[in-house]
């Protein structure tokens, strides 16, 4: 880790990363993940997925449902984002691409890497939140600024992440709506730290948080590579 470029960050973003980065852990540019949980898709079905994120893109390949389930993937890679999902692995149940969708993939990887790559917090603006316990991170990804709040407990773990994602959930207009997630555990692959349990979705910290939750992951095990996506 490098500790002046550390040393630099608003005191949040500090205790989060001394906490988060052992000595000696590799400073890496991409994340492995696998994961299980529950993702609602008009109800909660059970999932298994992997993901590879690095600062430049993501991908997250999932199977969700049991029986008839659903197969496909998410992305972010060359400036564009991509949904592609089939039902029983041959009916097209989603695809969709576009400005949009582009648009809150963009936000969806900035939110991802702040979470679980911690190593790559040298590819983001820091400031100081408007609480004590919040850094913000700003990242340029496309052609878009977006800002992730970051809220830190006082021992270095992670509480909370949150930002404006563009989206239209629910069948909301499109636009800017809040989005986050809860951290409710952490564990440590390869000496880095990360949040092991998440529960994300729309309009976290209002009392419309229990209609727009819609995804809860376990992740299992994580490998951390040196080498972007």
């Known amino acids: 880790?490098?500790?002046a470029a550390v040393d630099s960050l608003p005191e949040p973003a500090r205790r989060w990363l001394?906490?988060?980065i052992a000595p000696g852990a590799p400073a890496a540019r991409?994340?492995?993940?696998r994961m299980t949980g529950r993702i609602k898709v008009v109800r909660w079905l059970p999932f298994?997925?992997?993901?590879?994120?690095?600062?430049?893109?993501?991908?997250?390949?999932?199977?969700?449902?049991r029986g008839l389930s659903i197969n496909g993937f998410d992305r972010y890679s060359d400036g564009d984002g991509e949904m592609r999902w089939l039902l029983a692995g041959r009916v097209p149940f989603l695809r969709t691409t576009g400005p949009d969708v582009t648009r809150g993939s963009a936000a969806r990887l900035a939110i991802e890497t702040t979470l679980w790559l911690p190593t790559a917090f040298g590819d983001a603006q820091w400031r100081a939140g408007d609480d004590p316990d919040v850094a913000v991170a700003t990242r340029r990804i496309g052609t878009d600024e977006l800002p992730v709040e970051l809220r830190v407990a006082s021992d270095g773990r992670p509480q909370t992440?949150?930002?404006?994602?563009?989206?239209n959930p629910n069948g909301e207009p499109y636009g800017y709506y809040p989005f986050g997630g809860i951290i409710d555990d952490e564990a440590t692959f390869g000496g880095i730290t990360i949040p092991s349990?998440?529960?994300v979705g729309y309009w976290l910290g209002t009392e419309r948080w229990n209609d727009g939750e819609f995804f809860r992951a376990w992740i299992t095990d994580a490998t951390f590579l040196e080498a972007s996506l």
């Open 18 to 20: 001394r906490h988060a």
């Open 197 to 199: 349990a998440v529960r």
């Open 161 to 167: 992440v949150s930002m404006q994602r563009w989206a």
């Open 48 to 65: 298994t997925a992997v993901q590879v994120i690095s600062p430049e893109g993501f991908v997250w390949v999932a199977r969700a449902g």
């Open 1 to 3: 880790m490098n500790t």
């Open 30 to 33: 991409s994340v492995l993940l």
